[in-house]
């Protein structure tokens, strides 16, 4: 099967179209497609087709693809289900670049086999499928809006990928009536062939495109989203809605599209280490996409609260802590600045309350300097609407500041108040100026922008290099696959553990008596005697574990007890030997995990021990491998963090070791992909520059052999 | 000082308002305020006092209270801060029976003894102050609206109590503009006598009012307040803002009022536990109040959704589980029910996917098909407004749908999309018709249905009689007193545990070795000794403390090994004796306190023991004295419950034995006023069956003696 994929610009800014299923019937999809781009403005060729031919909206309808007889980049297919094919099989016959398959009635209801059919025939004819399942494609940079949705658009720098069909057409009613400005929307439907990263790697690197949304329901190949975004959010605002976060939405999601619905925390955070902003509710991530691009980047963290009521200040300054935005409090410089805008009563504190007496003069003066200041990086300017207060003259003093100061410092506005107020912020919203009604939702979109301005500022935290000899693990699995196991023995899961240079308690399995009291002399009291037996799993439960053993004479009556109490029990069991094994110290226990997820691929997962991790569920997971910078994160994520850094007056742990095993579990997870599931529980913590030790390993295999 | 206090209905009801400070001049307030009551359509007798006299709106204007012939029930002062007290001298000499000073200038800027002098004038003289710093009182009842907000207000059935002035009138601007009808709206300023909870009870008692929204920043008397909320919530659907639940918005919230902002988990969590539902934005909070009226109450827990587009019934499934909104999951029902509505590629799991291809015939058969079937007591429909769906056929529906079964069940409904769904949405909702952009706000009031349910139903935890023997707490108090000590010694807490029945280690304090061996031998081993020295805090680490002694030999030794460290290391020292305690037995270690609070009086604390409270704050908090069922429900809320109800096969702990505790704690806070401070770390839980033990406890006393 060749694969010469053509560049993905062509789906974008294809030169010809073709309208595979146009309609004489105002009233069905294929007549609205062909209707939204020809009034669109799309200015290459469009090539309407139906087996009855004649004419719709003045231009000549094609019989057949066959007729057509010049290039065609992309042709939108919306006839029956049973039809697509033998079209798919013309298009490919006239050299069609992309197939943009609105049609539904495939996967999403079952009908896999002839789904897999077109994409398989396709591919194989240079094609790629959009869809099936979707409302079609608008991209700004061709004037072209191959959808049946809303017919005008409004051109902009918000690009749009939607799973859910449905919700996307409301969406570009909704950035319509909201002014919001579009770059492209793209429905991605059963994502048969093009997925999600497709498209967003072309918004990535398109330039009119400042914020991309996406609607997903389910992440189908995780790893190269994961690639993808980490990419594109150093450079712009990614907002992710993802629906499906309660057990019962997910049930509902994998019912709707088919694709499994990841868990919701594994999810949250690989966004987060990819530095998307993942909002709840489409009214969030709408408000956010409008708003980020028109703000300027903050200088820094010092942000001023402007109100002329308390109440609204303090619900701002609640917001504020809840969205992440920094409040100034630098009292002194505060009076400085504003003590001679604040009229009586009122306060020059953060926030600065002008009072309910407070002229438009005096939110001017207040403004002003807070927005030349430099020490102020930051405005949220909120209003309650009063008897005495004059709301024409604050949508003026709005419109004014933000068009003066728009380029210079980020500001946003809230007014609350009756219809005078809803009236104002109506029409200054229509501008583009990020006034709310609600303070919550003024300052959310402060918080977005600073989460940004924190992607950008990262440090690019280096990968660093960790030696793990993978030959030596392939060997231990090679060893297992003989068996037919999956699940790998202690002793292997030690000797994988010994590989990856993760340090473990030292351990000799000896075959009698003798090399027993040897061993346990070699590696030093007290050690811990087990029994080796591929038959025995629950060993305490046979008398197979003897316990802080100190000395020879103690090593002698352990060594004959286990085998004494295991053959009494299992008769039938094969003893191999007994384990010595060092005696490890106490300390903090931790649980560091890596494993395939099913959307994500390899994914390293950190959390404190025992019952923090089953009772508390107090875990991080990030997408594999991840960098030291990303392993301190996940560490100081979790809410039991101050144990590690030392409470009660303990001394810090040694968080460097934790962090050099999460690196090595991400890189065996990564690079040894006929490892399916790798957990260390416990790895107990000394105390700072003391380490680390993985006492027990539990390694599973996947349920294939991979191919490397 | 006589406390001939008026019945507060006087101040909504009042038959005669004079308007201290009526201005000619129509932008002051004080014109304001008297338009108000005249266009407002007022029955009582108005008299507009100033003294240039003259005519104001055709009243005749009096030069001066006194020159008032009749009764006057209300004063609603508005004169500059200096004038007050003369006026309300003079309103007391006309028996006027409340004040309602809108002034500002007092306590909320510093001058406290001017307010206080004030309202123990009024006091004194019978009357009563609603204020100073407020904007008056709206009494839909009185048809008053004395207030210098907006002039049109709807009447209704939501009652209002803001602490803001300008947030207050921003939302009666609000209400009107949103056709949200009020009962009444009054702010509460500095709450100098008449507070929130004097209000509470009269909206509590007031039969057009259905919901009461408050506005607060900070609780003075929390018990008056818990006791109310407790009663009206049983009847009534009580909705709390809170502001300053960050630590800076509390500082913004203190600088404000002046008012102590509590820790916001305990407001929270008292909140909980009186059945108020705590809203965080005042979106929320508006849209609950307007939309909990409109619903019939749910005869169950089973709610349906019906969508057009997965997406959107995706997302209502995510935030039906966030507002604990229960899905109804009976699938081959389900079935049976829908599958005549649902077109081909739908689903009739829930929710019901009418598909992006759905008629408003299709809507409206499933509609019925939910709102009569007795198996179903709530609907969601939901709507994404796509190419081919009849936006304004789905608003027919659905204020057909409304108004047929608004009494019988309750819906709500959400519809997204463009222009002509916010047109259409605007309509439904000016007809008071519980229609969303959003489905998280559908689905976050029928949730907010669902709370109040919840407290209706709720049984009635009969207070059980718990046993504790304040006599001789008070005799062990007096000693420390004597003493001019607040911090009470071990044994003194101990002693205070055993009058209270809550069962210690056994314990007895030797005098010298002999009494220790007897006393061991009595308590039966092991044991454990502990030198008693008032002027010894840390014992271990003078060597004063032996953990696990088997036998006497051991007693002997370590009573002579703690007496000779303690003498060696401080032998300034005065050593009592040593204290033998009967050893305990390793269990769960839970936390158990209670406290005088400063905004809510005696509250109780419950948390699982060490790191959990300290590094994860895993606490519940509740009003005392609490019910068995209050302490049931604080127990379960601990995210470590799953520890109690016993993890990896461990078995349940004596869960009774911690809600005895709790109780005993509540009273011994809630009576014995003395106390400021009891914490018993750890309580020691076994086995359910086996009790538990209360090995350590920490108790302080007051700074200052309380008279009971």
Redesign the interface.
């Known amino acids: 099967m060749p694969d010469n994929k053509p560049d993905i610009t062509s789906l974008f800014e294809p030169k010809s179209v073709a309208i595979v299923g146009a309609s004489h019937e105002p009233?069905k999809?294929g007549y609205?497609i062909l209707e939204n781009v020809i009034r669109g403005g799309y200015s290459g060729k469009v090539y309407p087709v139906n087996p009855k031919g004649g004419e719709i909206l003045g231009y000549r309808v094609y019989k057949s693809i066959l007729e057509i007889e010049d290039a065609i980049d992309l042709a939108c297919i919306s006839i029956p289900a049973p039809f697509v094919f033998e079209a798919v099989q013309q298009c490919a016959s006239r050299g069609v670049k992309y197939l943009a398959i609105i049609t539904?009635?495939f996967s999403?209801?079952g009908n896999i086999s002839e789904e897999r059919r077109i994409v398989e025939f396709a591919r194989a004819h240079g094609m790629r499928v959009l869809g099936p399942n979707i409302?079609g494609i608008y991209s700004a940079n061709a004037s072209l809006n191959a959808t049946?949705?809303?017919a005008q658009i409004r051109k902009g720098n918000v690009g749009i990928i939607?799973?859910?069909?449905?919700?996307?057409?409301?969406?570009?009613?909704?950035t319509?009536?909201e002014n919001i400005g579009l770059s492209a929307i793209i429905s991605i439907g059963n994502k048969s062939d093009i997925d999600e990263t497709d498209l967003l790697e072309y918004l990535g690197s398109e330039q009119n495109t400042r914020v991309i949304l996406m609607?997903i329901?389910g992440v189908k190949n995780g790893e190269k989203l994961v690639d993808a975004l980490k990419k594109i959010t150093k450079t712009k605002t990614v907002i992710v809605?993802k629906?499906?976060?309660?057990?019962?939405?997910a049930?509902?999601?994998a019912?709707?599209?088919g694709s499994l619905a990841g868990e919701d925390n594994v999810f949250s955070d690989i966004m987060r280490q990819c530095g998307v902003i993942r909002c709840?509710?489409?009214?969030e991530a709408l408000n956010l996409s409008k708003t980020v691009p028109e703000l300027a980047l903050p200088s820094g963290e010092n942000t001023v609260i402007i109100t002329?009521?308390?109440?609204?200040?303090?619900?701002a300054?609640?917001a504020?802590?809840?969205y992440g935005v920094n409040?100034y409090s630098d009292y002194p410089k505060l009076k400085s600045l504003f003590q001679d805008c604040v009229p009586q009563?009122g306060?020059t504190?953060?926030?600065v309350?002008l009072t309910?007496q407070a002229t438009i003069q005096n939110y001017r003066d207040a403004l002003k300097k807070a927005l030349e200041a430099d020490e102020i990086s930051s405005v949220i300017c909120v209003a309650?609407?009063?008897?005495?207060f004059d709301v024409e003259g604050y949508a003026d003093l709005i419109k004014n500041s933000f068009d003066q100061y728009r380029h210079k410092k980020p500001i946003v506005f809230s007014l609350?108040?009756?219809?005078?107020?809803?009236e104002c912020i109506a029409i200054l919203r229509k501008d583009g100026i990020p006034v709310f009604?609600?303070?919550?939702d003024a300052v959310f979109c402060l918080g977005g922008l600073y989460r940004q301005l924190g992607n950008l500022k990262k440090p690019q935290s280096a990968e660093r290099e960790v030696m793990v000899d993978k030959a030596r693990i392939q060997e231990i699995i090679e060893i297992a696959r003989r068996d037919g196991r999956r699940f790998l023995l202690s002793a292997e899961a030690h000797a994988i553990l010994e590989a990856a240079g993760i340090p473990a308690p030292e351990s000799r399995i000896a075959r009698n008596l003798e090399e027993a009291v040897a061993f346990a002399e070699e590696i030093g009291y007290p050690v811990v005697l087990k029994v080796v037996s591929k038959q025995i799993i629950h060993k305490s439960d046979v008398g197979g574990v003897a316990l802080d053993i100190l000395n020879k004479e103690e090593v002698i009556d352990a060594y004959q007890s286990i085998i004494n109490s295991c053959r009494q029990h299992m008769p039938d069991a094969h003893i191999e030997g007994v384990e010595i094994c060092e005696m490890v110290e106490p300390g903090i226990e931790v649980i560091v995990g890596a494993r395939i997820d099913p959307s994500f691929g390899p994914v390293v997962m950190f959390g404190l021990g025992g019952?923090y991790v089953?009772?508390?569920k107090?875990v991080a997971f990030r997408a594999a491998p991840v960098t030291p910078g990303e392993a301190v994160e996940m560490i100081s994520e979790v809410?039991?963090y101050?144990?590690l850094l030392g409470?009660?007056g303990e001394k810090k742990k040694d968080i460097n070791s934790i962090v050099d095993c999460i690196l090595k579990m991400g890189m065996i997870i990564n690079e040894c992909r006929e490892i399916s599931d790798i957990e260390i529980n416990p790895l107990v913590v000394y105390d700072d520059g003391e380490g680390a030790r993985a006492v027990d390993a539990r390694i599973i295999l996947s349920n294939k052999e991979v191919k490397k």
């Open positions: 009233s999809i609205k539904s009635g999403e209801v409302f049946f949705g809303p939607t799973q859910s069909g449905a919700l996307g057409i409301a969406m570009m009613g909704k319509q009536s609607y329901e809605i629906s499906g976060r309660s057990r019962r939405g049930i509902a999601a019912s709707h599209t709840e509710t489409i009214s002329n009521g308390g109440g609204v200040g303090v619900l300054a609640d504020s802590e809840k409040l009563f306060s504190k953060n926030p309350d309910g309650c609407e009063t008897a005495l609350f108040g009756g219809k005078k107020a809803d009604h609600d303070v919550y019952i089953e009772v508390m107090d809410k039991g101050p144990l409470v009660r």
